[in-house]
């Protein structure tokens, strides 16, 4: 695969496929080949990989947490804030079940939400309380349907911030 100029000064991608003929006594008689235009491919392969860096850099910055999970509670994806903040790697966590992950009484209180968006398909925002290294914090989570390429919902995204500071400031006034 290279970039070849057209006449017109445009740059295009060619794949080319070629083979050697040779007589049986090892002397090339002629080449064969054939050029292929995947200068579309090639365009929609840089999209994909500037969409996947967007979506890395994004979810690396995003100050609260996001995970994403397939409807047996399996572990797709978590980003960087919500691997630090629960102290999990990724070997940890990724493939494994809410219940493999958590004790069983966190199991029940995330199930209980993603349930609610499998049931209802459509988001649902609820409260989560969840241990950390300083103790226990509230989080306000945001849990909503992804589709598939059909367009029926495939996982559930969770995005989380931590409430934890605003409520204890509410307590203390």
């Not at 069983?104 to 499998?118: P, R, S």
């Not at 969840?130 to 029926?152: S, Y």
Request: charged share 30%; aromatic share 10%.
């Amino acid at each position: 695969e290279y970039r070849v100029r057209k006449k017109d000064g445009e740059i295009i991608w060619i794949q080319d496929r070629g083979q050697i003929i040779s007589n049986p006594g090892g002397r090339v008689e002629y080449i064969s080949g054939v050029f292929f235009d995947i200068t579309e491919r090639r365009r929609a392969e840089e999209a994909l990989r500037e969409s996947e860096a967007r979506f890395a850099s994004f979810m690396r910055y995003l100050p609260g947490t996001a995970i994403m999970r397939d409807f047996k509670g399996r572990y797709i994806f978590a980003n960087e804030t919500w691997e630090r903040l629960h102290c999990r790697a990724r070997k940890e966590w990724v493939g494994k079940t809410i219940a493999e992950v958590w004790p069983a009484h966190l199991t029940a209180q995330f199930y209980e939400g993603d349930l609610k968006v499998i049931a209802q398909g459509k988001p649902v925002q609820t409260i989560e309380e969840i241990p950390q290294e300083d103790g226990m914090h509230n989080w306000l989570v945001n849990k909503f349907p992804i589709p598939d390429q059909e367009g029926r919902p495939a996982l559930i995204g969770a995005v989380g911030i931590d409430i934890t500071p605003r409520r204890r400031a509410e307590e203390a006034l």
